[in-house]
């Protein structure tokens, strides 16, 4: 994610919406100079075979460099199998789409019979689409691609109809908070001091990150941020803030905790998606830290870290203090410090057969089937040795002692 100052670059991310159930929101950045230039918005169906444009924007300084195309042509090459949805356009997207060349127009859904697309689009909504489309064409006196888009010559409110059924709804599985660790990101601006000390490799990363939490508070993990199933993922979202930030501010760190829902505790009312999760209007949630990872917007492949052999206790802050649980407001205040004669705790280490009982016994069931099957099998008469004459009436002699090893 190293995307420079100087030139075009483009970056392949993610975007958190709330997007169609069950798909996955993505989005192509382009950057000229370090400044966010553009971006196009889409979300891409679980299987892979099916993508939605959502937003094709360039802004207004950078527009008339041909930079829609280029992000439309990687949008391409990163999916190459998909089905294409472009959607309804605007006045601008109209005469953009009248000058632009697909790469694979047979694979832009809107080129070919709704029994190939049915099932991943809702007919109707495309058929719609396609109206809008065509009176932005016929206003604006522009072709659009319309011999490719129009060919079959059918009413549109007839084909919708027709293939209203097709369309199947995308199995939403959301993602169990408890079910591993989450990594959540927090934008910071440091004392200098401190950041000396957060960049200094000289130092160990647990001592440092203790330093952290000291000035920041055990209870101020950030509420609002989306919970991602990987570091990469949170570090994202954190680099995203940072482009559509336009307040300059020096010197800031970008943080990610990696979390654990306290064993045992009761898990939060959450909004999950497929690989991030959200906990809306929390009440301030008992997690275990288990590591944290930091580093510069500058400098993001200088990326420091420390795992923690036991977790920290702490907590995700609440959304509004005035919602905040007793539990959370009995250990830390307003800003998340620790109250007075609160001390910081480590998560007790956890037994290391615990939760597998049933596993255990049936392998000991096991275990034990098989030993009573090997001694019935073992029935054979022991074995007999003939001594000779010569040597009969004689006692073998004693086995020397040995010393006993302690």
């Known amino acids: 994610m190293r995307l420079g100052n100087a030139g075009t670059a483009l970056w392949l991310t993610g975007w958190q919406t709330d997007a169609v159930p069950g798909w996955t929101s993505r989005r192509v950045l382009a950057m000229v100079g370090g400044v966010q230039a553009g971006r196009l918005d889409f979300v891409v169906h679980p299987d ?7 937003m094709l924007e360039v802004e207004p300084g950078f527009q008339r460099r041909n930079l829609a195309s280029v992000m439309m042509d990687a949008l391409y090459a990163a999916h190459p ?52 489309n065509a009176y932005q064409n016929r206003i604006n006196g522009l072709d659009g691609h319309s011999a490719a888009e129009y060919r079959y010559g059918e009413r549109l409110e007839v084909v919708g109809a027709q293939w209203a059924s097709a369309y199947r709804l995308a199995l939403a599985r ?30 160990d990363g647990a001592e440092r990150t203790e330093r952290l939490l000291d000035h920041i508070g055990y209870g101020s993990l950030p509420s609002a941020a989306g919970w991602h199933t990987t570091l990469r993922a949170a570090f994202e979202d954190m680099a995203q803030e940072q482009v559509f930030d336009t307040a300059p501010v020096d010197e800031v760190m970008h943080v990610v905790f990696w979390v654990r829902v306290a064993a045992g505790r009761e898990v939060p009312r959450h909004d999950a ?53 007793e539990q959370y407001t009995a250990r830390y205040d307003e800003i998340g410090e620790l109250r007075p004669g609160q001390r910081r705790r480590r998560a007790e280490a ?22 009573r099957r090997r001694t019935a099998a073992a029935s054979l008469p022991e074995p007999t040795r003939e001594v000779s004459e010569s040597l009969r009436g004689h006692q073998p002699s004693a086995a020397p002692q040995l010393p006993r090893l302690r």
């Open 174 to 203: 959301g993602l169990d908070p408890a079910a591993g660790e989450l990594h959540g990101g927090l934008r910071l601006v440091l004392p200098p001091a401190l950041q000396q000390v957060m960049f200094d490799e000289q130092r």
């Open 350 to 371: 956890g037994e290391p057969f615990a939760g597998r009982e049933a596993d255990i016994a049936a392998m000991a069931a096991k275990l034990q089937e098989a030993s």
């Open 48 to 54: 892979g075979q099916a993508l939605s444009v959502w």
């Open 81 to 132: 199998t998909a089905w294409i949805d472009h959607g309804g356009r605007t006045e601008d997207g109209a005469r953009w789409w009248d000058r632009y060349v697909e790469p694979a127009p047979e694979r832009n859904m809107h080129n070919r019979p709704p029994e190939e697309w049915a099932q991943y689009f809702e007919a109707p909504v495309v058929m719609a689409q396609r109206a809008r």
């Open 273 to 325: 998606r497929a690989t991030w999760v959200s906990f809306p209007d929390s009440p301030g949630i008992e997690v275990e830290l288990t590591g944290m990872a930091w580093r510069s917007p500058q400098t993001p492949w200088a990326m420091h870290s420390a795992e923690f052999d036991r977790p920290v206790n702490a907590a995700i802050a609440p959304a509004y203090w005035q919602d905040a649980s």
